[in-house]
């Protein structure tokens, strides 16, 4: 049998003792509880100490585990922010060296405190500043806004969502290294592609603040700065909320220049953080290569309401439906409501106010109750809007899309009859049945048939009744005709005209 390696038998050895002391020390401990208290408040740092447990420490936990992503776009990021290309491997690395003392790009960054970075003027997107945290990972400062929870700073992490902090939590925040970056990329960052070269104006967006519930719109500028054409390939957004008007390929000549324009629509997120992915190909190498251009913000979201339409259903005439509605308010958008316009459908309202919870802000929260009652509508589907003034300067007017159907007061199923096919002097039989909206007691007469055919109502009240139809064929050939049925309630007094067809041999 094989000898184990002196190191297996030394990391045995050295785990055997750990747990040793370990239990020794908890039946010490144990001891000196029933005797002293304070001694056991000694041996408990001391324990804590040899195990190596310290309190958490205030840093940003959530991404200290975020996987080999979160490096690769901090390079990706920083690399373009210092006019290089983010494509080309033999740059990685960018991300340690810039914090040697002897950095190839000590000249086109600064140092500077964290208190320059809490002055909101020294923030913009375009020349971002780089945080170094205690934990090794990178975070880029882009900008702060006002919320109303005062002046909050927005950081961008890898994949991750924008971070928002407040000026306490940025200084509190354990970061070693406050770099900002001074390199002009007036020039465009470039993209080569094979023997051919692209020059961006810009890898990513920052939208500061997303108001209310519409879109919002950016630019990217590609420029062919080679001697190549470039094929630009069809951009494609990592959410359906961020779509490139970019519909086909681009085939770009020497100095030609291309925009994207990208459209960010509303989504549930306060928080927007999308990559765009584009390839591009020079024909002339058959070489290609893909990019990335990414979009940031922070959405103010503004009054909230649920649902955000109403359909009543099936009501019958002169039939009530009932629907609730809620308006909610929020930390950044509180508001009355000032009026609200139901057009000209049949609908009343009222409305009550409560405090969503008295413990935070006194923040609203309305319930709008209607009620629609179909009067003077004809059968069918119906729709229209109910308008929601507010004085949320965000929101201001929410409209309400409205849909019902009126049913039909009284119905024959199926409403043709279509008899078996049949020689002269035969019989054809069918059934139908005559359906009322409410199940109201009704009556029922025939108005009208022809003499071929027999008609023997079911004795029975409620709805359905089954109505059986015999046809005698008299003629050969196609018979066709109506038959009229007279139904009447204590609210009805319908015809139902019912078509029907035979062919007769």
Do not use: W
Request: glycine fraction near 6%; aromatic fraction near 6%.
């Amino acid at each position: 049998m094989a000898t184990p390696p002196p190191l297996a038998i030394g990391s045995i050895i050295i785990l055997f003792t750990t747990l040793r002391s370990f239990f020794m020390l908890h039946n010490l401990f144990l001891e000196c509880v029933k005797t002293n208290a304070r001694l056991s408040m000694f041996f408990i740092i001391l324990l804590f100490s040899i195990v190596g447990c310290t309190p958490a420490t205030n840093d940003i936990v959530h991404l200290k585990n975020c996987d080999y992503h979160c490096s690769e776009f901090n390079e990706y990021l920083l690399k373009s922010s210092l006019g290089l290309d983010p494509t080309n491997p033999s740059d990685n690395g960018v991300l340690e060296d810039i914090h040697k003392k002897n950095s190839p790009y000590a000249n086109l960054v600064e140092p500077v405190s964290i208190d320059y970075c809490l002055d909101s003027s020294h923030l913009t997107p375009e020349k971002p500043i780089l945080l170094k945290h205690a934990s090794g990972h990178t975070y880029f400062l882009l900008s702060a806004v006002n919320t109303e929870h005062g002046v909050m700073y927005q950081l961008v992490h890898g994949i991750s969502d924008v971070i928002l902090l407040s000026k306490n939590q940025l200084k509190d925040e354990p970061f070693t290294a406050c770099l900002k970056i001074n390199s002009p990329v007036s020039n465009g960052i470039p993209i080569r592609i094979g023997t051919g070269m692209l020059k961006l104006d810009k890898v990513f967006n920052y939208f500061a603040k997303l108001v209310g519930t519409g879109k919002a719109q950016c630019r990217y500028s590609i420029k062919n700065t080679g001697e190549t054409a470039i094929l630009i390939g069809r951009p494609e957004a990592s959410c359906s909320c961020t779509v490139p008007e970019m519909n086909k390929e681009v085939l770009l000549e020497s100095g030609e220049s291309h925009e994207i324009l990208i459209s960010v629509s509303h989504t549930t997120s306060r928080l927007l953080h999308e990559t765009i992915d584009i390839k591009c190909t020079e024909p002339k190498s058959k070489k290609s290569k893909e990019f990335k251009l990414f979009v940031f913000g922070h959405r103010v979201i503004g009054a909230e309401l649920y649902p955000s339409q109403l359909d009543f259903g099936t009501v019958g005439l002169g039939e009530t439906s009932a629907r609730i509605v809620t308006l909610s308010e929020n930390n950044e958008d509180q508001f009355e409501i000032k009026a609200i316009d139901v057009g000209d459908l049949p609908i009343t309202f009222k409305t009550e106010a409560s405090c969503a919870d008295s413990a935070i802000n006194s923040l609203k929260r309305y319930k709008i109750h209607f009620d629609l009652k179909a009067v003077g509508n004809k059968p069918g589907n119906h729709l229209g809007e109910i308008s929601i003034v507010t004085t949320s300067a965000r929101t201001g007017t929410l409209v309400l899309p409205i849909m019902y159907e009126v049913a039909k007061p009284v119905q024959a199923v199926p409403s043709t009859v279509a008899f078996a096919q049949v020689g002269v002097g035969d019989t054809s039989t069918e059934k139908i049945q005559i359906i009322t909206h409410n199940q109201q007691p009704v009556s029922i007469t025939v108005d009208e048939k022809p003499i071929e055919i027999d008609i023997n109502i079911h004795k029975r009240k409620l709805s359905p009744i089954t109505l059986e139809l015999r046809f005698k064929a008299i003629k050969s050939g196609i018979n066709k005709g109506m038959v009229k049925i007279r139904v009447k309630g204590t609210t009805l007094n319908e015809v139902l005209k019912i078509p029907y067809v035979i062919y007769v041999n």
